[in-house]
């Protein structure tokens, strides 16, 4: 009888283990399940945020040669969940760059002194989207479908235009608007090439920051979310 005692209390405890082990068991799931539909939240709502147009500040960047630029872009999102991989959110994207180059003449045949001049352009390259957690954006562009335009009539020449040079000025624009294009061109495929995603994205109203690198950005929207 006695021992038969001992043997109900024994299983008894282990039960009361078992259940307690359950119960703790359950309590996790139930606590990965509720932080998975967090996640999935935050994720659908920077994904609903993000489309439309954001425009950043001024940035600076060089061909490391002869040509010292500055951008402002414009980064256009779009929804459109076939782009990316199934169940994932994302869709196309567009930047669009506004362009300002400073660069000098010199040695050209022609000209009585070394000139400087500034020109002003137009950038864009495409690609994709896509929302990896809830403040990450992995970002893919697209090199082959970059695009840089210089306005020769734009070119404007910062010096003395004299009657012997403002001629051949007149003459080498063109050749110069696409020369400083190519320049620009071979620099911004380095710069776009490092984007590969946006970290620590916060949207609150018009404005939008992140981070690329350990660089801060701040672009502010320019039209309603799509």
């Known amino acids: 009888m006695k021992l038969i005692l001992t043997s109900i209390r024994l299983l008894c405890k282990t039960g009361i283990k078992i259940i307690s082990n359950m119960k703790g068991l359950i309590y996790g799931l139930t606590l990965l399940g509720t932080l998975s539909l967090v996640s999935c939240d935050e994720t659908a709502r920077l994904a609903k945020d993000l489309p439309g147009s954001w425009t950043g500040t001024p940035e600076n960047f060089t061909d490391n040669s002869y040509v010292t630029a500055t951008t402002i872009e414009t980064m256009d999102f779009s929804n459109n969940p076939e782009l990316v991989a199934k169940g994932s959110r994302g869709g196309a994207l567009i930047v669009v760059g506004m362009l300002s180059a400073n660069t000098q003449i010199v040695g050209e045949v022609g000209l009585v002194e070394p000139l400087g001049l500034t020109v002003s352009g137009r950038s864009t390259i495409n690609g994709t989207w896509t929302v990896i957690d809830d403040d990450e ?46 320049s620009l061109k071979m620099a911004l495929v380095n710069r776009y090439s490092s984007i590969r995603k946006l970290d620590d994205v916060k949207i609150k109203g018009p404005l939008m920051k992140f981070e690329i690198g350990h660089t801060d950005y701040v672009f502010t929207r320019q039209d309603a979310a799509q």
Do not use: E, F, H
């Not at 306005?151 to 110069?176: L, Y």
């Open 137 to 182: 954006v992995a970002i893919s562009l697209d090199p082959s479908t970059l695009a840089v335009s210089v306005d020769p009539d734009a070119v404007v020449v910062n010096g003395v235009v004299t009657g012997m040079n403002g001629p051949r000025i007149d003459s080498i624009k063109p050749s110069v608007a696409v020369s400083i294009a190519q």
